[in-house]
């Protein structure tokens, strides 16, 4: 543990900790879990995707041999959660609003009489006609998915309508005024189908009381707020609830929010026996309700004859399905995302976040961002051609530099966005000319890093090891696996020396959880501040111990040593033998840029976007104009991320990233009728596999932030999967000189937009 280590690790590359055991199947999962007397959980669900309950008799699944508890709302509070609108009970009690609405759970002794006891409960609607177009959803004369939304409680600040739990506007300038001042006006219309989280793991919940405590072992991506869901719902102290998760099978957001603790806790404490719910695939892909939103982007924009844009309109519309939950956070991330990095003086934005009777949508992966980074990179090689340029010159008259101002007065600090597009055409052009039915698409974007408050506590063990304890999520990106990287260059140790106990609410301090590519940002902030406490005492103790100024120590390969003098050194394992060395970080998030949203509506907190980091891929795309399937050969993808800390970690977020945005543009959409999922399953509900995956070329630009993450580090884990949809999107078009305007842009539909031009592609 004292072996020479380089005089910075940033940057190096090391074995996660959490790596071999994954590898070598040793890692326990949630739903690998086992305990004495376990009884299996199990859901009714509705089954239809709108209905008025009549009744509900649970008197013959209650008798069935083998089940011990048979719940429905009576058996539940009566409370109405949500993050920014409560519109939601655990139990459905008049009306379910969804195919997938929880009815009753069941616990019993095996899955199977669980699942009789399922069948066996004997629900009584009366159908109501689905509400499935959020555009028709919006007319006030529609019939209302939630007849009491004016009565629910909301999150200060949420500006609401008759089907609308989010309406938001973004005003910059006078949009009337910018286009009498364009020469060009382009108007057009694309849409995106909802699109699957698909961890490789299903959720899985167990639960388990001791006296008036319950420990609930979850597959959640946040487990404190999912402890609060499950305190506010079942009307507990929070420090009566503690949330643990083993290994994470991964989430991209699916995971997110507070889900199905709460029921399994329920029916844990009617049977007084540790309770386990797992999910089939079918249950993944129907009673999850965090899907990426299905979306409506019209966008109109004006151009002088040079080709720079004067004003944009844009109206978004978000099918949120039957709940609000964090919706809001793509309601108001698209509209920050219809400007793009572009230099827009006038711009009027607004977007609807409508109910419907789907599946309830939420914070998948960069939520608001493929699908409205889509519909715009399109939208700006439109531009192009009608200005007569050519689409990567076009953009450089537009992107924003440093100096420039945003949407809502936001001023930008960095060219990188610029530089990103330079590098990455630079890259791409090393290639091949694109031969037949080929094409080159580019796509630019920008995102934001979430500052939100986070902790960490550090101390160094008698043996000179490290022990990092945080509230932070691993979801498999390996975020929180890099902590030690930034312990051991403040403290001069090998990383491979620090330990890291995390997710369990009982242990950590709080943390958001694995959500909007914050770990890093925040948490890494927590640690550093924690090293840095536990550094200064380090040499304090050895200027005493060595007679020495302390600003002639240094620490490196776990000692502190005097500069230059190498043999004069005490191990940190000495001090940490004789003393605590503990200390605790609090991560206090930076603020937000200054900006001006007066003129703006129903604002919650994205109206500027914190470090911002921007990035252009650049897609190489073959069209076979016989069958319309497209074949993605290659993805350049360079991104500036202020200071990359990690790289193989962040090779690994842009390769994975790159590869799920490809199955958006291509692939993954759901199909419905009638309100009912019709591929609810991997058979119908095509992924992107390793045999498909592009050669991807990732290069990373530095460009640290002062009020960004540790070392000047900006967000990683969302961007990587914003831009690629819309390069391979820009590449169709010009591999066939057509353009599909739906997505997921499936051999069908680019067949369709060969053979029908006027059809777009939208059918």
């Not at 699109?195 to 946040?222: C, D, L, N, R």
């Not at 600003?551 to 394992?573: K, M, W, Y």
Request: net charge negative; glycine share 12%.
């Amino acid at each position: 543990m004292t072996a020479t280590v380089p005089p910075t690790v940033l940057g190096s590359r090391f074995v996660r900790r959490d790596g071999p055991e994954k590898v070598s199947g040793e890692a326990r999962y949630t739903a690998d879990l086992s305990f004495t007397g376990l009884l299996h959980a199990a859901f009714v669900y509705a089954g239809r995707p709108h209905a008025r309950i009549v009744s509900i008799d649970t008197t013959a699944a209650s008798r069935l041999p083998g089940v011990h508890a048979v719940l429905t709302a009576a058996d539940a509070p009566p409370v109405r959660y949500g993050m920014f609108v409560k519109d939601r009970t655990l139990f459905a009690t008049d009306v379910v609003r969804f195919e997938a609405e929880i009815v009753a759970a069941v616990a019993a002794d095996t899955a199977e009489h669980a699942a009789a006891a399922v069948a066996a409960v004997q629900v009584v609607y009366q159908d109501l006609p689905p509400i499935l177009d959020p555009e028709a959803a919006l007319d006030p004369d529609s019939a209302p998915v939630h007849a009491g939304w004016a009565g629910y409680g909301t999150q200060s600040g949420v500006q609401r309508g008759h089907n609308d739990c989010g309406h938001m506007t973004s005003v910059k300038g006078d949009v009337d005024a910018g286009f009498a001042e364009a020469d060009l006006t382009l108007t057009e219309t694309y849409t995106s189908d909802m699109v699957h989280a698909v961890p490789i793991e299903p959720h899985a919940v167990v639960a388990e009381w001791q006296g008036t405590t319950v420990t609930i072992w979850s597959t959640s991506q946040v487990p404190f707020p999912a402890r609060a869901g499950v305190a506010e719902t079942l009307q507990l102290p929070l420090s009566d609830v503690r949330i643990v998760v083993p290994h994470l099978g991964g989430g991209f957001g699916g995971k997110c929010d507070f889900h199905f603790e709460a029921h399994v806790a329920l029916l844990a404490r009617a049977t007084r026996r540790p309770v386990r719910l797992v999910f089939s695939r079918r249950e993944e892909f129907l009673a999850t309700d965090k899907v990426r939103h299905a979306t409506r982007i019209r966008l109109t924009t004006g151009l002088r004859r040079d080709g720079t844009i004067t004003a944009r309109r844009a109206r978004l519309v978000l099918d949120s399905g039957a709940y609000c939950g964090d919706a809001l956070f793509a309601t108001e991330i698209g509209l920050m995302m219809v400007a793009g990095p572009y230099r827009i003086p006038h711009l009027h934005a607004e977007v609807h976040t409508v109910y419907t009777n789907r599946t309830p949508a939420g914070s998948v992966r960069a939520p608001g961002g493929p699908q409205t980074c889509w519909a715009v990179e399109q939208h700006t090689d439109e531009l192009a051609a009608l200005a007569g340029l050519d689409p990567v010159e076009f953009r450089r008259r537009n992107l924003v530099r440093a100096g420039d101002t945003g949407q809502t007065g936001q001023r930008f600090v960095s060219a990188s966005a610029v530089e990103c597009l330079d590098r990455a055409v630079e890259l791409a052009a090393r290639g091949p000319e694109p031969g037949p039915h080929e094409g080159l698409g580019v796509a630019v974007g920008w995102w934001f890093s979430l500052s939100v408050p986070s902790g960490a506590h550090l101390r160094i063990n008698p043996d000179g090891t490290g022990t990092i304890v945080t509230g932070a999520q691993e979801n498999g990106s390996g975020s929180v696996m890099g902590l030690p990287l930034l312990a051991a260059q403040e403290l001069g140790m090998a990383p491979g020396a620090f330990s890291v106990q995390y997710q369990d609410t009982g242990s950590g301090p709080f943390d958001i959880g694995s959500a909007g590519s914050q770990t890093t940002f925040n948490n890494g902030r927590a640690v550093v501040e924690a090293a840095r406490v536990i550094r200064d005492r380090l040499l304090d103790l050895a200027a005493a111990r060595l007679e020495i100024d302390r600003a002639d120590l240094e620490l490196a390969g776990g000692t502190v040593r005097v500069r230059g003098v190498p043999e004069r050194s005490v191990p940190i394992a000495e001090f940490a033998a004789s003393t605590q060395l503990i200390a605790s970080g609090s991560g206090t998030p930076p603020p937000l840029p200054e900006h001006d949203v007066s003129g703006c509506g129903g604002r919650l907190g994205y109206a500027a976007f914190a470090a911002p980091s921007f990035f252009c891929d650049v897609a190489r795309v073959r069209v076979d104009p016989d069958t319309g399937v497209a074949t993605v050969g290659e993805v350049v993808a360079v991104h500036e991320f202020g200071r990359v800390l990690n790289p193989v970690g962040a090779e690994g977020q842009v390769e994975g990233g790159v590869v799920q945005a490809m199955g958006m543009a291509l692939l993954e959409g759901s199909r419905y009728a009638d309100g009912h999922q019709l591929n609810p399953g991997l058979l119908g509900y095509k992924l992107v596999t390793a045999a498909d995956a592009p050669r991807i070329v990732s290069e990373f630009l530095d460009d640290p932030v002062d009020q960004g993450g540790p070392y000047g580090a900006k967000a990683v884990g969302e961007p990587t999967v914003v831009g690629t949809t819309a390069a391979i999107g820009n590449a169709i078009a010009a591999a066939t000189g057509r353009r599909v305007r739906a997505l997921p842009m499936t051999a069908e539909r680019v067949w369709t937009a060969l053979h029908d031009p006027a059809d777009g592609g939208r059918s």
